[in-house]
């Protein structure tokens, strides 16, 4: 039996697990004669048998899986008859008896509602635990690579050094056995992208979540909010798209037009349009943290004899600070992270400049431009991908840790 049918059969045996452990609930609570009651709703006991009937298979999938990862090679014909005939019928019988096992149980006194709550518990716990073990090995295999990076090319030129062209050979016999890893020019370009983004959706976002919360109507708001929203389910690529063809074109007449250079892949195209993309980062959040905001403080202001535009400069704005400033750092964040806008827009040039109307580029697309094809992992060149990788992961962690502070320290607290 293949997978799927299996999954649908186990379903319709747990459900019709569910609804006659319920109906046994329910109709013993109708014929008990004494003056006890059940301790559980009669779903409570349904949703008891159906978690009964998963766990053996669920068990006993997750150990024919361990074996065959631990086992070697086996047999290809035996494992095909095993999962064919054994396994399924395993699966059932297994089943079967988890059910069998939970609706015999089923009484007044059973109470299911905490072995519930204690099984979802643990599954909680063991989501939690996974994600964290999965960032610790997202970051030791970072650190690994990184360390046999820092063993080819010393730390004063990966930090320091103003030239970055990491051609590395991959045999004796070529040229260009040396690369240049310096990564300012990477940083550099990462930071003036960044900055022009953040001029871009900081103030638009920021005006965008006053007006809403403090000057719209109820009707406009329920119409514009959601269509400034749907900025943030556009693809990345798709703003690539525009930067390129379009924002990038437009710089580039508008500079032909007035006498200036302006490079068909610029920072300044890249930056605006990773902006565009941002706006609605930094308004979703700048408007939940205004609205957070209490009436009292608007209408002791205009008691005062404040107007909106004072009351919103003054009060409402001090009072969202802390807030805003975390939306921030975290827009910034998301700004440092991103590629494919960079890499269409901007270019591969990693030229050491501040000037936005020149070709840049970013750490994570020389992370995507030294992973593509096929690299041997034991080279300057591949493994530098992964100390930019690591560096980039401390600064934007960094960001985040220093969104957290600030507002844990400067967030107001009101009844």
């Known amino acids: 039996m293949s997978f799927f049918p299996l999954v649908i059969v186990l379903l319709l045996m747990c459900t019709a697990g569910y609804w006659y452990g319920s109906k046994k609930a329910l109709s013993g609570v109708r014929n008990n004669s004494t003056s006890k009651f059940i301790t559980s709703r009669p779903h409570q006991f349904g949703i008891y048998v159906f978690i009964w009937g998963m766990i053996p298979p669920v068990l006993l999938g997750l150990i024919w899986v361990v074996m065959k990862l631990t086992a070697g090679n086996l047999d290809q014909g035996l494992v095909q008859q095993i999962e064919n005939v054994v396994f399924p019928v395993a699966i059932m019988l297994g089943a079967g008896a988890g059910l069998y096992f939970s609706i015999g149980r089923i009484s007044p006194d059973l109470r299911v509602r905490k072995t519930i709550e204690t099984l979802v518990y643990g599954v909680l716990i063991i989501a939690s635990t996974i994600s964290i073990l999965t960032t610790v090995g997202i970051v030791l295999s970072l650190m690994f690579e990184t360390v046999q990076f820092f063993g080819k090319v010393p730390l004063s030129e990966f930090f320091f050094g103003l030239t970055w062209s990491p051609q590395t050979a991959l045999r004796a016999d070529q040229v260009g056995s040396s690369g240049a890893f310096g990564s300012i020019p990477l940083f550099l370009g990462t930071m003036l992208i960044t900055f022009i983004a953040m001029c871009v959706a900081v103030p638009l976002g920021l005006m965008s979540a006053i007006y809403m919360t403090e000057y719209a109507s109820d009707r406009f708001r329920a119409v ?160 530098a991908a992964f100390a930019l990788a690591l560096v980039l992961f401390v600064v934007t962690l960094t960001l985040n840790v220093i969104a957290l502070l600030v507002v844990r320290k400067y967030r107001e607290k009101y009844d």
């Open 224 to 383: 514009v909010k959601p269509l400034l929203e749907i900025l943030a389910g556009i693809p990345t690529v798709v703003y690539g798209f525009f930067a390129a063809l379009t924002v990038g074109v437009f710089f580039r007449d508008a500079g032909d037009a007035v006498g200036i250079a302006v490079s068909s892949e610029s920072a300044l195209a890249a930056g605006v349009v990773m902006g565009m993309m941002i706006i609605p980062f930094v308004s979703s959040l700048s408007d939940d943290i205004i609205m957070a905001v209490p009436q009292s403080l608007r209408d002791g202001s205009y008691g005062l004899g404040a107007t909106k535009s004072e009351t919103v400069r003054k009060v409402i704005l001090p009072a969202a600070l802390p807030g805003i400033v975390g939306a921030v750092l975290l827009a910034v964040s998301r700004a440092i992270g991103e590629t494919m806008i960079v890499v269409m827009a901007a270019g591969f040039a990693a030229n050491l400049t501040a000037n936005p109307l020149e070709a840049v580029t970013t750490v994570t697309v020389q992370i995507v431009g030294l992973l593509v094809g096929d690299q041997e992992f034991d080279s300057a060149k591949t493994l």
